[in-house]
């Protein structure tokens, strides 16, 4: 039962990674005497397993493409934004002092805002593109690894052996990345999985709001919009990528849990 | 207490003019100049010249901003180009709508939520338990718009029960509410859940099953009672999060809040608007804080917030 997780993600790597190789799509292409056809039909370019939306185009290579769309985007994301988040975090809580302060007040201040409204904002604001997107998810994932980390590095620092490299001359930067990072690795990895669920929800809802990835890129959140205006027809455009993307986000979730037990911190955030 | 409430209250206000001052640096660094968006493409450099001016674009960036700084004191943040109105009243005018759809939901996810939770807690490890477990990580992982436009599909479209879109009527109101409320009912529900599971170990629990009142009596009375702290924490403390899901409901199902307001303004770089609605969401969420805090202090005794909290 606990592989389960781990068999799904591997699916998703797989089909994401290795899918595009296989089965041939261009998001520009339509073929309109394809529209909405619902799953198993024939079409020109063979069966769509999954139907065809309104221009005609294959919703199976839609949910593969948009697999890897968010599997890059999802782990762009979450590499940024640690990397970011445990520097700041370690630096600020075994340092303490003005850097400390000057963290906390500005934590609070990104957390006034609901993270999807700053990261609707930031999207919004710049010429849509993957960059940008990364950037506006960056902008509220990094906090949760900043308060995680400095947490750990304000306990780690009291300790008898950092303690004991300080009295020796040992230089700060060598303290901070020899013996008080290896410490946060647990917490970071299981913190990482819980992120990245979150961010993936967030791109979807993003491109679903039309303010996220350009339209020559493949999203599940874009797919899902496009199909609403064809609900009462053709459910499956909007119902299979969902379906793909819940799949998915409950896998990660039920990992992050295992993970969390096993290593402990909550920094997540509402 | 009310020391306390003046010092968070001094802590709202550097957080309120942070935020105001990240809006300014946000709108500042995007692309796209504000008199182009104004004027359109095709205006004379006299007109551009003169809205440059008007607008006070051709000052120092400083003289700029300090000059924000007091049109946001008076909660001024220019005219939505696209209304041609004053943009806070045009955003204010949103919020019952989006207050209404919050109020539901909220008491949809803490009345559903504590059943649930009271339900699988009180006898952690059964089959009861586990089921609802399963649905609250189910609940909390599918992506609300996707959940809206399913609850369409089957309730508006297939059984013709309710409205897909807008607002007006009560029917209108239970699928977006319903919508927003799943992921938050299972935030309550798993709160709950751990929480009257852990009240049923304590001793007051068995001094009470001792004293011969019934499981219902020893479940309402003593286990529920002293769940309700952390429940009310999370549902103050989620309200910035109830926002951000508002955000994206309203748009799912056309509902005329701030949320539809601001996505539409983002899309249109209608930044008067996106700016009044943005500083205007984050003092609410401020101050939902506070209240949470000053209420839970009230709730639970042992809480002091003279100290560390």
Known sequence: MRRIPYVVLAIYALVGGLGPLFIDYNPVRASLEDRLRGPGSQVSTGIAWLGTDGLGRDVLAQVVYGARTSVVIGLATVVVSCVIGVAIGTVAGYFRGWLDTVLARGIDILLAFPAILLTIVIAGAFERSVLVVVTALSATAWISFARVTRGIALSTRERAWVQAARVLGVPRISILVRHILPFTAGPVVALATLEFALVVLAEAGLSFLGIGLPNSAVSWGQTIANGKQYLATAWWISALPGIALSLLIVNIGILGDQLTARYGQRGRRS | MFRVIVKRLLTGVLVMWGAASLIFLIVRVAPGDPVTILLGTDASAEQIAELTASLGLDRPLLSQYLTYLTDVARLDFGRSYLLGQPAMPEVLERVPATAELMLTSTAIAVVVGLALGLLAGSRPGSIVDRIVSACTIALQSFPTFWVGIML???FALAFRMLPSAGAGTPAHLVL?????ALPFTAIVARLTRTSVAETMGEPYIQTARSK????????????LRNSLIPVVTVV????????????IVENVFAWPGLGSLIVDAVSNRDYAVVQAATFLIAGIVMLFNLVTDLVYSQLDPRIRLDGAV
């Open chain 2, 236 to 247: 103050g403390l989620h309200m910035g999060g109830l926002m951000g899901g508002a955000v």
């Open chain 2, 212 to 223: 011969g009142l019934t499981e219902r009596q020893v479940l309402a009375g003593h286990a």
């Open chain 2, 152 to 154: 369409i599909l089957a």
């Open chain 2, 176 to 180: 977006p509410s319903v919508t927003l």
